[in-house]
């Protein structure tokens, strides 16, 4: 299994630390998300199911077999200033007392929202909404906004699953929900107390002016935060870089991954923009995944 290197050169990297699974609004198996990493190359992932971490034993199992390394993650829901943040928490001990009752926390809050989001989707012309997306679901896990998008490409409401976010689901929209989410310098504790890395989700993605998205890098960083994905997904090379000032300026590590959720979309697991050289460090040199590392060191001697 190759080393994860010391820094960012710009080249392309068998890594990948956001990717759901059935655990929670993945289509895939955490043992059937980790083959297709095998299939893709991966050498490195994070199962980062949103507000549980269910599936990381399954997903290390299946993982001895095909030679990956995985790091236990979960990834947050949270609000600040009015706006869902995500940070996902990278978990080498797995997680803590602290964590294990917020993750509890979260699925009432989860349940609370789906209610809520259903009675808002129906008010647009969707049908009996919460009992066919727990049916679509399959399991009793927590609800989120990609099963009702998926209920509303089912009814013909729209076209494809970008325009069910981008027209009811996503930030701002009436599916939008939050308030039933902690503080994010509250999850930030939970990684913390866990002996984790908190990484803030995609930064790019919250449609915020680089002053705005600045003052969230402070506050998250003031509350603890240790880190943020430079790279999420498919992302424009410029913006990547002034991020990556902005991580610079701060002393925050950089994250990189898919957020991956189904086959035959746009993103498959390891599939993202290239990482640009930079000075900021990547997140797995932060000294408590340091252990992480030197697992890999140990078996490549091996």
Request: glycine share 10%; proline share 6%; aromatic share 6%.
């Amino acid at each position: 299994m190759p080393l994860l290197p010391d820094g960012f050169t710009g080249e392309a990297l068998a890594v990948d630390l956001h990717m759901h699974s059935t655990a929670s609004d993945g289509a895939l198996s955490p043992e059937a998300l980790v083959s297709l990493c095998a299939e893709r190359g991966l050498s490195h992932m994070a199962l980062t199911d949103h507000d549980s971490v269910a599936g990381v034993a399954e997903a290390q199992t299946a993982a001895q077999r095909y030679g990956i390394s995985v790091l236990p993650a979960t990834e947050l829901s949270s609000q600040w200033h009015g706006i869902n943040i995500h940070v996902v928490g990278l978990l080498p001990h797995g997680a803590g007392p602290l964590l294990e009752a917020g993750l509890a926390s979260q699925v009432e809050a989860r349940e609370l929202r789906a209610q809520t989001i259903a009675r808002r989707m129906e008010r647009i012309g969707l049908t009996d909404a919460l009992a066919r997306a727990r049916v679509r679901a399959g399991s009793e896990r927590p609800l989120g906004r990609p099963d009702f998008a998926h209920l509303l490409v089912e009814d013909g409401l729209v076209p494809d699953l970008n325009t069910a976010f981008r027209k009811y689901l996503g930030n701002g929209k009436p599916g939008d929900v939050k308030s039933h989410w902690p503080w994010l310098s509250e999850v930030v504790e939970w990684v913390l107390d866990s002996g984790g890395v908190a990484v803030l989700a995609h930064p790019l993605r919250y449609k915020l002016t680089r002053r705005k998205r600045g003052l969230l890098l402070n506050d998250f960083q003031a509350a603890g935060g240790q880190a943020a994905e430079l790279v999420s997904g498919f992302q424009n090379t410029d913006v990547t870089r002034d991020l990556a000032r902005q991580l610079d300026e701060r002393g925050l590590f950089a994250s990189l991954g898919s957020d991956f959720h189904f086959p035959g979309g746009h993103l498959s697991p390891g599939s993202m923009s290239p990482v640009p050289r930079t000075s900021v460090a990547p997140v797995w040199k932060h000294p408590r995944l340091a252990g992480w590392g030197q697992v890999q060191a140990c078996k490549e001697i091996l």
